[in-house]
């Protein structure tokens, strides 16, 4: 079982926290900074760092460390913002309100983010399917038309094995849009739009909290 001091040395970067410390000195005293933004930022990396090292020893899930943080971090922020009037000050509190409610949102529906997504696939793995994927999406983005699996192995040059795991990775609600017998790209998971789909929804999605519950 892993230690405290262990779990806590595998968290906290002593330079880290210096170079922020460094950082908001200076902001300090070029742009008028308060001495309790000075300490509290750094206490908070510093507690960020202790919470995730409880939560690995206690075995609790990484969103309870963020519902933690963000509710203290939020209640700070917002006083420090109110009593400098400083706007970077109250954005990190809406900042630290959202990492609350995201994390609450993790653990009403038991989401554990600090397991890899894919326990199977290895860093290596990963980018050289990533580099697969591209490969197919492009052929698709240039045919005039759906494109066979022979056609796109071919043009390709990708084994059975690797196609397979391009399309788990890269398949069902992603890019690739079976057609038939074939595959295409389907233009609006791609682009800007996807993208801000993306963001948004990812920005958005702690709102879902405030939901009335769906009986079951």
Known sequence: MTSFRAALGDEL?????????????????????SAGSVVAIPAGLVALAALRAVCTVRG????????????????????????????????????AA??????????????????EPDGDISQDEYYLVSAHGWAVLQELREADGPLSRAELQDRTGLPDEDFERVLETV?????????GTGYALDESETGVGAVVRLVGGRLLRPLR????????
Request: proline share 5%.
């Open 13 to 33: 970067d002593p330079m880290e926290i210096a170079g922020v410390t460094a950082v908001l000195v200076v902001f300090y005293a070029l742009a008028d900074l």
């Open 60 to 95: 609790y899930p990484d969103a309870a460390a963020g519902a933690v943080l963000g509710a203290v971090g939020g209640v700070v922020f917002a006083f420090l913002a109110v009593d400098d009037g400083s706007v970077v000050l109250g954005v990190l509190a809406a900042v």
């Open 98 to 115: 959202w990492l609350c409610l995201d994390s609450l949102y993790d653990l009403r529906l038991g989401i554990d983010r600090s397991s």
């Open 171 to 179: 398949g069902d609600s992603g890019p690739i849009e079976r057609v």
């Open 209 to 216: 909290l405030f939901r009335p519950a769906v009986p079951r």
